[in-house]
């Protein structure tokens, strides 16, 4: 099937909002938000088409879309943990968009994401090791040169050490909170989906008690309209010979 115009404008819009994504963008960019969210309305118009493409084509388009949403709102996110954590549960594209691309732009953005989110990481986590290593060098006088090597290297490791451990009680409890959501999520729509079976199951049997009665009611009519059809015929034929005898027993008058 060809595409349609719809499509192939969103393809368009979907190739430039992921090399906006590969580009290094300022705080104040605000182009691949709008054109994102165009991106959802056009989708969401391709779904209504009639002439829509495949099921997996659509699924792509949609996991493209959801995966620049997502990356849009880790941006948002304060602490380069919770960047690196959310841009571990991304899913970027498995096609590419164009035929000029060997790989998934998507994916390619997501890895250099991932390579950015972790550097700064990385640059913040030395940043503050070197921080407190001044912070020892300061504190600690000590006359030997291999003396204070060695403290200063124990802090460091010390530090390094903490820092890890705390990166890693944040990301358990980002994955705690994480689980929990979904495991709410699932109850809800387990919840709904019971709901709407006995709803079902409550409409099909409304619907046999209805064919029941309208069974019952057609009968009942055909018996009514019969029973008045020989009455009438009953009526008539009293009628008929009691004219005959009347006309016999009282003759016209000459």
Avoid at 14 to 23: D, F, K, Q, V
Avoid at 118 to 132: D, I, Q, W
């Amino acid at each position: 099937m060809a595409a349609t115009r719809l499509e192939l404008n969103l393809m368009r819009l979907l190739s430039r909002c992921e090399a906006l994504a590969a580009e290094r963008r300022g705080p104040g960019e605000w182009r691949l938000e709008k054109y994102v969210a165009a991106l959802e309305d056009m989708l969401g118009e391709l779904k209504k088409q009639s002439g829509k493409p495949a099921p997996e084509l659509l699924n792509e388009y949609s996991r493209k879309v959801d995966f620049l949403k997502g990356l849009l709102e880790a941006e948002k996110l304060s602490s380069s943990t919770e960047k690196a954590l959310a841009n571990q549960f991304l899913a970027p594209g498995r096609t590419p968009t164009t035929t000029k691309e060997r790989t998934p732009a998507t994916k390619t953005v997501h890895l250099q994401t991932k390579a950015r989110c972790t550097g700064k990481m990385r640059s913040e986590l030395l940043g503050t090791v070197y921080s407190e290593e001044l912070n020892v060098r300061k504190r600690k006088g000590l006359a030997s040169d291999e003396k204070q090597s060695a403290v200063e290297l124990d802090a460091v490791l010390q530090h390094h050490q903490d820092m890890q451990e705390k990166l890693a009680e944040e990301m358990l409890s980002l994955a705690r909170s994480l689980k929990n959501n979904t495991l709410a999520a699932q109850n809800v729509i387990k919840q709904d989906n019971q709901t709407l079976s006995h709803s079902l199951r409550m409409a099909d049997q409304n619907l046999e008690k209805l064919k029941d009665e309208s069974d019952r009611l057609e009968q009942h009519a055909k018996k009514s309209v019969n029973w008045l059809l020989w009455i009438m015929l009953i009526v008539v034929c009293f009628i008929f010979i009691s004219m005959i005898l009347f006309i016999r027993i009282f003759p016209k008058l000459k």
